[in-house]
């Protein structure tokens, strides 16, 4: 096959154009081109009158050959094989998040017929729980936003993007797709499924694990494990609907996302290393989406345009640093918390993106020294979350409403009386109040120093309006569970994912879990 770049279609323009700007481009006739594949789409906005699609595609057609002596680019496509093995013990997956989902899959499709334990509910059954908890009905601590079939990215925007150059995000992503996300996530350079589509994702993907002979066992949390006199895994404990129960496994893949303190706390107990890691707070910020699109289009975004998205990243001149991370344009604010009394937000988006308001976690930067000295060991960044959390939720009245205040606010350093141009889309609501009295000051310092910059390149980002909303405080793990080059914290033992560390967002996770699964497989073959 033949690689092209720098294919360009104009917004609305049909995808069918590409075959003859290929034909074109290599200077033969369009009807030679047996077939093509879009390998990624990107819109270039940088020019507001020149807005367009840039592609990459690949082709094959007779005589390529020739074309490649004639200096044409060879693709040559990525294919992930795993071997077929057996053994006596059934691997064990605790944490059925993406990284879990993933290396389930692959062990699946291995041959090894995995016992997957998720605390959570699935899928339906943690819908209502998160509709309730929003409405008003109270949080369930083992199924909400954090926990249950998916994981935490199940209830966000469902972003598929990843910093990673690692190959395996391509199957992932095609993966993605076999299960029910739309095509276009193969090729997007920043491709979404949205939170109703995700949640019909996962549930195929586990059906089919499922049919492969696995074993997915829902409201069952990991309570620990057991091993022989030379330290090897032996045996695993959890807690299901019935009472405690243990599995003989010799290999645990532990995907438990970054919400799961009580395991971290666990493994502690038990000596497995940890480490504390950079991670990063703030809140959410929201914006009237049609101020995003005219922003970043210098035009109303009309039928042909998605809506807006953003991304912007700031150093300071005492060292500090913020950024924006997981922006859903057409989104919503929700509450995530995991633990009574607690304040946790998130953004989330649906498929079509087609709310009035664009949000964004905006977030500063911190490093393991920054966590205040009343909070020590590998776990002192998690705790000082948790105290957070529970400050926001007393100082809001403790009814799960999230304390929230305008930029214009903010800035001028008064307390929140109300909402201005922008009304707040979080749920179950907001408390209006003075987000200094809540947030650690090295991040509300960080933060105010940061808006106005932020604002000489995304215009609407300082809108006296706009809305911030706290705390945003698990968009990655304070901790890192240590592994070595065999992926083991212990004989048998593969901490994963984006909570033990090692990943950050639903690929990279994904990924991770695709790693471990391999490293079991290659223990079990050996």
Not at 140 to 158: H, K, L, R, T
Request: charged share 20%.
């Amino acid at each position: 096959m033949l690689l092209i770049r720098n294919l360009r279609l104009a917004p609305g323009e049909p995808e069918a154009a590409l075959k003859a700007q290929a034909s074109r481009s290599l200077g033969v006739p369009a009807r030679d081109i047996i077939d093509l594949q879009i390998l990624r789409r990107s819109l270039d906005a940088r020019k507001k009158r020149d807005i367009h699609w840039e592609y990459a595609v690949a082709l094959s057609l007779p005589g390529e050959e020739a074309l490649l002596r004639r200096g044409a680019a060879p693709y040559e496509p990525f294919r992930y094989e795993l071997p077929r093995v057996r053994s006596d013990t059934r691997p064990v997956v605790a944490g059925f998040g993406p990284a879990g989902m993933f290396a389930a899959l692959a062990l699946a499709e291995a041959g090894l017929r995995p016992i997957v334990l998720e605390r959570g509910g699935d899928a339906a059954s943690r819908q209502e729980a998160v509709k309730r908890f929003w409405e008003g009905g109270g949080l369930d601590p083992e199924c909400n936003v954090q926990f249950g079939e998916g994981g935490a990215g199940a209830f966000s925007d469902g972003k598929l993007a990843t910093n990673t150059h690692d190959r395996r995000n391509g199957w992932v992503l095609r993966r993605f797709r076999d299960f029910g996300a739309p095509g276009h996530v193969v090729y997007d350079a920043r491709p979404h499924v949205g939170t109703d589509l995700l949640v019909k994702v996962v549930q195929n993907l586990r059906r089919h694990i499922e049919g492969l002979g696995a074993e997915v066992r829902f409201h069952c949390r990991f309570t620990g494990f057991t091993t022989d006199g030379l330290g090897a895994l032996r045996a695993v404990e959890a807690l299901g609907p019935e009472g405690p129960f243990t599995l003989p496994c010799r290999a645990l893949i532990l995907a438990p996302g970054h919400s799961a303190r009580d395991t971290f706390e666990y493994l502690l107990s038990r000596g497995v290393a940890m480490e504390p890691k950079p991670f990063s707070m703030g809140v959410r910020v929201e914006h009237r989406q049609i101020d995003v699109d005219l922003a970043q289009y210098g035009r109303p975004r009309g039928k042909y345009l998605p809506p807006a998205e953003y991304r912007g990243s700031v150093r300071l001149p005492n060292g500090g640093s913020a950024y924006t991370f997981c922006m859903c344009p057409g989104g919503y604010v929700v509450a995530a918390s995991s633990e009574a009394g607690g304040i946790v937000t998130n953004g989330m988006s649906y498929s079509g993106r087609a709310g009035e308001n664009a949000n964004a976690a905006l977030l500063a930067a911190l490093r393991p020294a920054d966590v205040p000295a009343d909070y020590t060991g590998p776990l002192a960044g998690m705790y000082w979350q948790r105290e957070i959390e529970r400050k926001c939720w007393r100082y809001a009245g403790g009814n799960d409403s999230a304390p929230a205040q305008t930029v214009g606010d903010f800035l001028a350093g008064r307390a929140g009386a109300g909402p201005g141009s922008v009304v707040p889309s979080c749920r179950p609501g907001v408390f209006w109040g003075d987000l200094r009295r809540v947030l650690p000051g090295q991040v509300t310092d960080t933060l105010a120093a940061a808006i106005p910059r932020l604002a000489s390149s995304l215009r609407f980002f300082a809108e006296p309006g706009a809305v911030l909303t706290a705390p945003e405080t698990r968009s990655s793990s304070p901790v890192r569970v240590c592994r070595g080059a065999d992926l083991q914290a212990l004989p048998g033992l593969y901490p994963c994912g984006e909570g033990a560390g090692w990943a950050g967002g639903i690929t990279s996770a994904a990924v991770d879990g695709l790693r471990c699964a391999e490293a079991v497989i290659a223990a079990i073959g050996r």
